[in-house]
């Protein structure tokens, strides 16, 4: 077994269980608390805490790619790391953990020949664009070096991580650095196009969109400059992915906004009549070469007739917490009814959105598309229903509903979205003094309505939402600014061995601990405030994480207790700033609980670096937990067809607990080129039991060989 920092959520929504059993889990969270604060840690925390030190200071002495203001008094200021960094440095950490629980000191090959690949792996990672497995790779020679010092100290660790920053910084040159730690939030923007004949309007409202991509100082640094300039280095590349039926593709990759807009007038645009293209196949191969935390926009006017690659989208577009935001322009032709469902259900679990609009009234949607890559949190979201349980009132009537959210001081714009399912619906937001904020955009199509509040007064606001009686709509609730108070998470289990590991899967009804990190400055907020809530997709409360406590060594990080639902469910965290205004975040990822783990079972070193002109074989290894099932269909994706057999695979009579090892024979040829990377997409399903997993691999000529 060994180290992969990559894992897809997995799962599928299940029954609760007997309410005795669930009531007597509850009672034994403070002796799960006990038992795992006295598990054994042999991994130095001097390596997390100074590769986390280090990185800040290297981010902040990097003034080429930080905004310099000045304070008050006249003198030089350098904004601090912005919130995607931090993100970064979670992945970095979570690899370290990974190690910390695969590896003994012992097992570790510290020869100077194995260190050399992997500092060179970083490096090819790096240079080929693929950041997370280098992250993932620089983690784990963090871990090497903690584990190879005889007498371990602060001062000997610091030494040790400067020198690797270095290096890589040397290797890399600056550019590339700082968009490898992610030092300035830069994202990819990707754009997912229907090319049919009726997108014709479309296309050329997107070129409109992609026009208008330009960003206030104030908005990407904070400063009080209200200049008006092109952001290039707050997005690293931008891809366009095309599709219609039965093409789609080829991918492509643009360094700057006049490389898009020049694409953009080259498309041809022709074909349907059918009206459901290739959706699906679009959006996965957009997602198999975007960088994490990134979002990916999707224009269309039809429906998906490639459905059953949904559930591959869904997992990579989860893994890389990259939110789907479609964007629906039905046309007299063609339709998306048949496929809203289904586009919803995307969004909803990868906290994106879906707008129903005019053609027409695409060219407004220029400043949606911009702040969603300038740096985006979710403060709340939901979903409702209008009752019908009193049917005195006439349907035109309406009801009326009331939701309250907190917006606190570090919030620099607040953008608030309604959705309807019919143009009868109506809203109004008002601030905490009860003034009334007039919406930025109207849709004549739907009455969706979108709010832009730049410097929202602190405090509770309220959305009024009118709709018809049983009719659906639905909300979001975003702060926008490059410093955002957000977090991260992943879980713990406790193994046979006493170590705590991060967990691939979250089981119906287990005792878990979740690990979260509060991302940007840790100034920003009251650490001894902090509530965390599990909350259903559809803004519903499922329960409160029990027995929070605050890292003794970092204000930023809190474990909690928890006993895994058996529904679909986000992570809610409440707080107070360092003000005293509450604030409220809410996370991107949405996790699907599993009665099965699908996972890699090699190394990241060994078995996702394959150099050019080799083959052998992928391993996975499955496990389940369901005593009702024990036949499964695997499926997986074949990018660049690599893989030398067939989906699917069927397994049969599988014992629950008992891991069962799957081989993917592969074929790297030799005039792939350095870095590609290939992202397999895996789904075991049977039964009750469906699990999922993300797998990618780099080829590079630096992979060790086998």
Same mark, same amino acid.
């Given at each position: 077994s060994g180290i992969n920092a990559e894992y897809g959520s997995s799962g599928i929504n299940a029954e609760y269980g007997e309410l005795v059993l669930e009531r007597y889990i509850v009672t034994m969270v403070p002796v799960f608390a006990l038992l795992l604060a006295t598990l054994p840690t042999v991994f130095s925390s001097d390596v997390l805490r100074e590769t986390r030190n280090r990185l800040v200071a290297a981010a902040e002495r990097n003034f080429k790619y930080f905004s310099v203001g000045r304070s008050s008094t006249g003198d030089l200021t350098v904004p601090p790391p912005r919130t995607g960094f931090f993100k970064a440095l979670t992945d970095i950490e979570q690899s370290i953990k990974f190690a910390e629980a695969k590896f003994s000191p012992s097992s570790l090959d510290m020869s100077p020949r194995n260190r050399k690949t992997i500092k060179q792996s970083i490096i090819s990672a790096a240079k080929s664009g693929n950041y997370r497995i280098g992250r993932e790779i620089f983690g784990f020679h963090q871990y090497l070096e903690d584990s190879s010092m005889i007498s371990k100290s602060r001062k000997r660790m610091r030494r040790s991580t400067e020198d690797i920053i270095s290096y890589i910084k040397r290797k890399l040159g600056d550019k590339t650095f700082n968009e490898f730690f992610n030092i300035d939030s830069g994202t990819t923007l990707t754009f997912v196009l229907d090319t049919t004949g009726s997108m014709r309007e479309d296309i050329q409202q997107v070129r409109n969109i992609v026009r208008a991509l330009s960003f206030s100082a104030n908005e990407v640094d904070g400063s009080s400059d209200d200049e008006v300039f092109d952001m290039g280095s707050g997005f690293y590349t931008f891809l366009l992915a095309p599709f219609k039926d039965?093409?789609?593709?080829?991918?492509?990759?643009?360094?700057?906004?006049?490389?898009?807009?020049?694409?953009?007038?080259?498309?041809?645009?022709?074909?349907?009549?059918?009206c459901d293209e290739m959706v699906m196949h679009g959006i996965s191969e957009g997602l198999h070469e975007t960088e994490a935390y990134s979002p990916v926009f999707v224009f269309t006017d039809a429906g998906s007739k490639d459905l059953d690659e949904k559930d591959s989208v869904?997992?990579?577009?989860?893994?890389?917490?990259?939110?789907?935001?479609?964007?629906?322009?039905?046309?007299?032709?063609c339709s998306t009814e048949t496929n809203h469902d289904d586009y919803e259900e995307l969004a909803r679990e990868t906290s994106g959105q879906v707008l129903s609009l005019d053609k027409e009234e695409l060219r407004n949607m220029s400043d949606f598309v911009r702040s969603a890559g300038v740096g985006r949190a979710d403060i709340m979201s939901g979903t409702e229903r209008s009752g019908t349980v009193d049917r005195r009132y006439k349907r035109g009537a309406g009801e009326k509903h009331s939701i309250k959210f907190d917006v606190d001081d570090t919030v620099d714009k607040l953008v608030v979205t309604v959705n309807f399912m019919s143009p009868t619906g109506s809203s109004y937001l008002l601030t905490p003094d009860t003034d009334l904020e007039r919406p930025k955009f109207v849709s004549a199509v739907t009455n969706m309505r979108m709010y832009e509040v730049k410097d929202p007064t602190p405090g509770t606001w309220t959305l009024k939402v009118i709709t018809d009686i049983g009719e659906k709509f639905s909300y979001k609730v975003n702060s926008v600014s490059p410093t955002n108070i957000d977090f991260d998470f992943y879980f713990l289990e406790a193994q046979a061995s006493g170590k705590l590991v991060p967990a691939k899967r979250a089981t119906p009804g287990k005792t878990m601990e979740l690990r979260l990190n509060i991302l940007g400055r840790s100034d920003l907020i009251k650490p001894d405030q902090t509530i965390v809530q599990l909350i259903g997709t559809e803004g519903n409360i499922i329960r409160t994480i029990q027995n929070l406590t605050r890292s003794k060594k970092y204000d930023f990080q809190y474990d909690g207790i928890f006993i895994v639902p058996y529904e679909s469910f986000k992570v809610m965290v409440y707080g107070e700033t360092h003000n005293g205004h509450p604030f409220t975040?809410?996370?991107?990822? +949405?996790?699907?609980? *599993?009665?099965?783990?699908?996972?890699?079972? !090699?190394?990241?070193?060994?078995?996702?670096?394959? &150099?050019?002109?080799?083959?052998?074989n992928f391993h996975f290894k499955f496990q389940h937990f369901s005593e009702m099932d024990k036949d499964f269909r695997l499926s997986f994706t074949n990018p660049g067809?690599?893989?030398?057999?067939?989906?699917?695979?069927?397994?049969?009579?599988?014992?629950?607990?008992?891991?069962?090892?799957?081989?993917?024979?592969? +074929?790297?040829?030799? *005039?792939?080129?350095?870095?590609?990377?290939? !992202?397999?997409?895996?789904?075991?399903?049977?039964? &009750?039991?469906?699990?999922?997993?993300?797998?990618?691999?780099?080829?590079?000529?630096?992979?060790?060989?086998?």
């Open positions: 039965p093409d789609y593709g080829p991918l492509e990759t643009y360094a700057d906004k006049g490389e898009l807009l020049s694409a953009l007038e080259e498309l041809t645009v022709d074909g349907g009549g059918d869904m997992m990579l577009a989860q893994m890389l917490y990259s939110p789907l935001y479609f964007f629906l322009t039905p046309s007299p032709e975040r809410t996370s991107q990822a +949405t996790i699907t609980p *599993s009665f099965g783990v699908l996972e890699a079972s !090699r190394s990241v070193i060994k078995y996702r670096l394959i &150099r050019p002109g080799t083959m052998g067809g690599i893989i030398t057999i067939q989906s699917p695979l069927y397994y049969d009579d599988l014992t629950m607990g008992r891991r069962k090892i799957i081989r993917l024979p592969y +074929t790297v040829p030799h *005039s792939v080129p350095e870095g590609t990377e290939y !992202r397999i997409s895996l789904v075991i399903e049977g039964g &009750r039991v469906k699990s999922t997993h993300v797998h990618t691999i780099v080829v590079t000529r630096f992979a060790p060989s086998r």
